[in-house]
Nanobody, 121 residues
Framework: QVQLVESGGGLVQPGGSLRLSCAAS????????LGWFRQAPGKEREFVAA????????SYATSVEGRFTISRDNAKNTMYLQMSSLKPEDTAVYYC??????????????WGQGTQVTVSS
């Protein structure tokens, strides 16, 4: 069973930074490539970034490349999304999930509760 829990969201001013965390069960973390996705109000869920299980390859959506950095700590079974230079259009609920790194898609249509990120002055 895939088990992932997102945390770290909050309210931040434009230009600010935030780090999201995704805690996973051992099995989930060691078996799957993982990614971050987000859904803004009234919009479809979209790909943000993904990383292989070994951490040796990543991919990013064009809209966040150069501003966001995805990483993972295998010793802690935790994945991170460091977000910098945040913009109001980054406002969304952020989800982590098993992902196809090259395709930028989710492996399954199964989502946790997510963590809300609001970028506003």
């Amino acid at each position: 069973q895939v088990q992932l829990v997102e945390s770290g969201g909050g309210l931040v001013q434009p230009g600010g930074s935030l780090r999201l965390s995704c805690a996973a069960s051992l099995l989930t973390f060691r078996v799957y490539d993982l990614g971050w996705f987000r859904q803004a109000p009234g919009k479809e869920r979209e790909f943000v970034a993904a990383i292989t299980w070994a951490g040796n390859d990543t991919s990013y959506a064009t809209s966040v490349e150069g501003r966001f950095t995805i990483s993972r700590d295998n010793a802690k079974n935790t994945m991170y999304l460091q977000m910098s230079s945040l913009k109001p259009e980054d406002t969304a609920v952020y989800y982590c999930a098993p992902a196809n790194v090259k395709a930028g898609t989710a492996k399954f249509d199964h989502w946790g509760q997510g963590t809300q990120v609001t970028v506003s002055s």
